[in-house]
């Protein structure tokens, strides 16, 4: 809760206008004039295509995750590419000091150092000096320490990021000048902040990951100019943020192909993405039984489970499970369900469902055990072959329910696939 002084109500308050408005022309649609405007690229090719691509000028993007995922190292390496291509940049710290952001810099790259850079946190400060040096593309990290001293709250209080962000946005639309907006969200997005901007901004951009791990994916939210679908994966190297171009090649090497290991064939958007789904199966010493999921919605990690039981014969009852997406990256799509499912049959019964490539899978289940078709699956299955995935299970006439997907474990023990895995022979089997 935050109190708001509110201002007095001017007099006549009761009648339905005041008068004295001008009434307005409303135009059809089609003669609204808008000219095309041309949109800045960063250079970075996975942020550009988050973006519907590139920076459209004049727009407000606000960029929230959590601190330490590389929101300033990946905004930093935008201007610098914008700065390269002769584009009037400006970084605005109000988070580290200028020497600090220089050492981030060194390590990105001689264009780097050509970014210029204000560290202040006082709002009127920063305004006027994006009304001097009228940058194309400024940085504002991060909207939460901007302050407004003609404000009661403290930085990063709701009324205070309201305001900052609404200033910013006022000079930013009238002055054509592209603003990114950094912010940060905690894991339970408790700071206040992103949240209150979202209504506010063009264009609000995710940044997820664990931060021990290298995989990063920055994907959309809100776009008033691009679709919401788009996600980027990035990786931290020594040297900055590295675009992974080709991510299903990546994550398909990867893949281990041992029981509990299945390839996903998923869509991120408009592209089809290969990940590993992983699941273990172990004897549990709690009541309730661990249930744990990383990279997937709990909840459907729990459905999953209970269709697996009801409907395919495998009751993990007290057993504890868990279900990761290797590399750290999230899917979220009920195209997941079937490569969980198998995933975690094949963990169970210590069958690997590989052979010398990994099993694919996507496919939604239904509650009664059905299997449902998800979108794309041309382009799923052309993902899959373009790495050499053959052996793919999918939806179709031949596999319409989860127990006809489940007998793929029964042909990799008549194969001869998994000897080893035979051996190994969980106790769920
Ligand atoms: P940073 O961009 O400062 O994160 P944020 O602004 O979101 O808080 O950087 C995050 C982490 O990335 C930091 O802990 C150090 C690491 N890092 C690298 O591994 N390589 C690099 O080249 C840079 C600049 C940072
Ligand atoms: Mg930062």
């Not at 940085?139 to 407004?148: A, F, G, K, P, R």
């Not at 930013?172 to 992103?194: D, Y």
């Not at 997941?336 to 499912?341: E, K, M, N, S």
């Not at 050499?388 to 006809?404: C, F, H, S, Y």
Request: hydrophobic residues 45%; aromatic residues 2%.
């Amino acid at each position: 809760m935050t109190e708001e002084k509110r201002v007095a109500a001017p007099a006549g308050r009761s009648a339905p206008t005041r008068g004295g408005g001008r009434a307005l022309a409303p135009v059809r649609l089609g003669q609204v004039e808008a000219p095309r405007v041309e949109r800045l690229r960063t250079g970075i090719g996975e942020f550009d295509r988050v973006l519907g691509g590139g920076v459209v000028p004049g727009s407000l993007v606000l960029i929230g995750g959590a601190p330490g995922i590389g929101k300033s190292t990946l905004t930093t390496a935008a201007l610098a590419n914008l700065a390269a291509a002769g584009r009037r940049v400006l970084y605005i710290s109000g988070e580290e000091s200028a020497a600090q952001v220089k050492l981030r810099a060194e390590r990105l790259g001689p264009h780097a150092l050509e970014v210029p850079i204000v560290a202040d946190t006082d709002l009127e400060a920063v305004l006027a000096t994006l009304e001097t040096e009228r940058p194309d593309v400024c940085v504002v990290d991060s909207v939460q320490v901007l302050y407004d001293p003609g404000l009661t709250g403290a930085p990063g209080s709701v009324s205070q990021v309201r305001e900052v962000a609404g200033r910013l946005m006022r000079v930013a639309k009238s002055r054509g000048i592209a603003t990114l907006l950094v912010g940060h969200v905690t894991k339970e997005g408790s700071l206040a902040g992103p949240r209150v901007l979202e209504h506010l901004v063009d264009c609000v951009l995710s940044f997820e990951g664990e931060r021990e791990r290298t995989y990063r994916t920055l994907r959309a939210l809100k776009n008033r100019f691009g679709s919401t679908n788009e996600v980027g994966v990035f990786e931290m190297h020594e040297e900055g943020l590295v675009e992974v171009e080709d991510a299903s090649a990546r994550f398909v090497t990867e893949a281990t192909r041992a029981p509990g290991s299945v390839v996903l064939c998923a869509m991120e958007g408009s592209r089809p993405l290969l990940v590993e789904v992983q699941a273990l199966v172990a004897p549990g010493e709690l009541v309730p039984p661990r249930r744990v999921a990383n990279g997937v919605d709990r909840n459907r990690l729990a459905l999953v489970l209970a269709v697996l039981a009801r409907h395919g014969g495998f009751s993990l009852g007290s057993a504890d499970v868990f279900v990761s997406v290797a590399g750290g990256v999230r899917v979220d799509e009920p195209g997941a369900d079937l490569a969980i499912a198998l995933a975690l049959a094949s963990a169970a019964k210590g069958i690997s469902v590989g052979s010398d490539k990994p099993l694919a899978a996507f496919g939604e289940l239904g509650l009664t055990g059905e299997l449902r078709h998800v979108a794309h699956a041309d382009r799923r299955v052309a993902e899959a072959r373009k790495f050499g995935l053959e052996r793919i299970v999918q939806p179709g006439e031949r596999v319409g329910t989860l127990r006809a997907a489940l007998a793929v474990l029964n042909s990799s023990i008549e194969g001869g696939a998994a000897a080893a895995g035979k051996a190994a022979d969980a106790q769920a089997a």
